[in-house]
């Protein structure tokens, strides 16, 4: 008999229950504890169905038991980071070992179950709902109204708490630097024709020409960029548009965010290039939750992954007027290429690099 067929979601159902009543009878730690216990029990079992080529039904129902947990681990979090706080501002927390008060009783961050920096997590989240109440069981609702597992990480990038806002990031352009676009054309030659699918206003496209290749450009969003030649970039969504140019070579620095490895995926899935070269965080190494990523790093491996020993100039967001902040990301491009047999089979050698070498 099939091992999927055999696998009962049952007792995770149960615990997502028990979870839910502990927390609504006001024991809230032990509702967090139970929550995050049926959330990593859902999210293996979620993985292992999909792996195994299980039926949709079967998959979907691990990720709404998922996300029902997700919802309660995280309404656990505010209201425990709320509890501290206010012991905080009654003279009764402390963050490491208890301090001695007159009744002899302290609130520690390990006696709420969080750790410091979940508490500011937590913080952030209940801030999240302030301001935008039901927020959070909206954006777990709209991850599994599309077909997508839901995630601590997309959570936090749903609601806003990793950085700007939704509305402040706009469309998510981010220029490339030109130090990463140089370094990139002396370490690497393409063929003739390169796509460039997320080419913003034209900032790598632009030195790729000059370097003698011909760029062909498309982007999401329609900012009216034009090639040497003054054909006017494609407007189109990389992920589910017809596919152009079929196996020509790619060079991108991609959207980064919850589209990233989907991003990375199709490209090597449907597009094919003989080479591309995409710049990442160096995080990007890293991960194993993701089919996605998994598919672009194990079944398709990259060639080489040239790393930025000195952080590249900040690449801050399109329109932005605010102070120029250093960099805080470790960067490097990654660069994938077929072999003699079609396959992207690397093995993948590590290069560590100075962009100031290529200037």
């Known amino acids: 008999m099939n091992e999927v067929a055999t696998l009962d979601t049952s007792s995770i159902a149960q615990v997502v229950e028990r ?33 195994f080529r299980a039926g949709e039904q079967l998959i979907n129902k691990s990720r709404r038991m998922q996300g029902e947990a997700l919802l309660i681990e995280a309404k656990a979090k505010i209201r425990l980071a709320d509890e501290y706080d206010a012991a905080q501002r009654n003279g009764e927390a402390s963050k490491g070992r208890p301090k001695t008060i007159p009744d002899g009783k302290t609130f520690t961050q390990a006696e709420a179950g969080l750790s410091a920096k979940q508490i500011h997590e937590a913080r952030q989240l209940a801030e999240a709902e302030r301001k935008k109440p039901g927020i959070v069981e909206r954006a777990i609702a709209v991850r599994l109204e599309e077909g997508l597992e839901p995630t601590r990480a997309n959570l936090r990038a749903a609601i806003g ?7 402040e ?34 900032a790598m496209s632009k030195l790729m020409e000059d370097a003698g290749y011909e760029v ?43 589209a990233l490895n989907a991003f990375v995926a199709h490209a090597l ?22 089919p996605d990523r998994n598919y672009a790093m ?11 020993t000195r952080r590249l100039p900040m690449m801050h967001r399109d329109g932005w007027d605010g102070n120029e902040a ?9 660069i994938w290429e ?17 962009w100031k070498d290529f200037q």
């Open 216 to 258: 062909e450009i498309a982007d999401l969003v329609d900012y009216g960029t034009t090639t040497q030649f003054g054909e006017v970039q494609r407007v189109s969504d990389f992920l589910t548009a017809e596919p152009w140019l079929v196996g020509a070579d790619i060079a991108t620095n991609p959207p980064y965010g919850q």
């Open 19 to 51: 979870a839910r009543a502990l927390f609504d009878d006001g024991d809230i730690q032990a509702a967090h504890l139970l929550a995050a216990m049926a959330y990593d029990q859902a999210k293996s079992a979620a993985t292992y169905a999909a792996r």
């Open 326 to 334: 250093t960099s805080r990301m470790n960067t490097a491009w990654f």
């Open 161 to 167: 708490t990793d950085s700007a806002s939704a509305a």
């Open 169 to 202: 990031r706009g469309n998510n352009l981010y220029e490339t630097p030109l130090e990463a676009t140089r370094t990139l054309l002396a370490l690497e030659s393409f063929s003739n024709i390169v796509k460039e699918p997320a080419c913003g206003k034209g």
């Open 269 to 290: 899935r449907v597009h094919r290039p003989r080479k591309m070269a995409l710049l990442l965080n160096l995080n990007f190494l890293c991960g194993f939750d993701d």
């Open 298 to 308: 194990d079944e398709c491996k990259p060639a080489r992954v040239h790393v930025f």
């Open 338 to 354: 077929q072999n003699e047999a079609g396959l992207y089979a690397g093995p993948t050698v590590l290069n560590r690099i100075d």
